[in-house]
T-cell receptor, first 113, second 114 residues
């Protein structure tokens, strides 16, 4: 069975600085998708970024980028130029052949002004 | 934000009551999902549907039931609520097309059973 591990329950970053959130996963599949979702307090969970396992190039979305290391089964999220609105729970998720998402326990990110 | 709606947002009820959590989406998505999330914890899939009249149980065992009579509507029902059902319930949907791997989430229903 696939598992997703986020080893940082909480992280803190100064506004305008860069922070990296860690995620590792375990799978025997070769074709899958990885996601980072953001859940602001009392608001909807939204997709931050997505990575297809067959693509070697790391995905980027504006200030958000990933470091995808397939062999190491690592999928970290880098947030550049952090803003107060980035404060939220961040969940790493895996989607394999079964089609359903498997989530990590999440990392709570605080942004200090 | 995605067009997926959950009502009520908050619900406090007594033990033994029957409740239905509503979830509707206006995106025409075939696939819909229900997750259970305890505070500060990960999401666990409890039910999913690949279309009308299709429902499946998820990875986490749940005493709740679901139905999918219309594409846009995926309600979750608890016949007799208990304190152990206290949690947040999130509904999601996804497209079967090119964006099929992206799930869109509702704002959630926070349920408290006294």
């Amino acid at each position: 069975a696939q598992t997703v591990t986020q080893s940082q329950p909480e992280m803190s970053v100064q506004e305008a600085e860069t922070v990296t959130l860690s995620c590792t996963y375990d799978t025997s599949e070769s074709d899958y998708y990885l996601f980072w979702y953001k859940q602001p307090p009392s608001r909807q969970m939204i997709l931050v970024i997505r990575q297809e396992a067959y693509k070697q190039q790391n995905a980027t979305e504006n200030r958000f980028s990933v470091n995808f290391q397939k062999a190491a089964k690592s999928f970290s999220l880098k947030i550049s130029d952090s803003q107060l609105g980035d404060a939220a729970m961040y969940f790493c998720a895996y989607r394999g052949s079964q089609g359903n998402l498997i989530f990590g326990k999440g990392t709570k990110l605080s942004v200090k002004p | 934000e995605a067009d997926i709606y959950q009502t009520p947002r908050y619900l406090v009820i007594g033990t033994g009551k029957k409740i239905t959590l509503e979830c509707s989406q206006t995106m025409g998505h075939d696939k819909m999902y229900w997750y259970q999330q305890d505070p500060g914890m990960e999401l666990h899939l409890i039910h999913y549907s690949y279309g009308v009249n299709s429902t499946e149980k998820g990875d986490l065992s749940s005493e709740s039931t679901v139905s999918r009579i219309r594409t846009e509507h995926f309600p979750l029902t608890l016949e007799s609520a208990r304190p152990s059902h206290t949690s947040q319930y999130l509904c999601a949907s996804s497209d079967g097309g090119l964006a099929k791997n992206i799930q869109y989430f509702g704002a959630g229903t926070r349920l408290s059973v006294l």
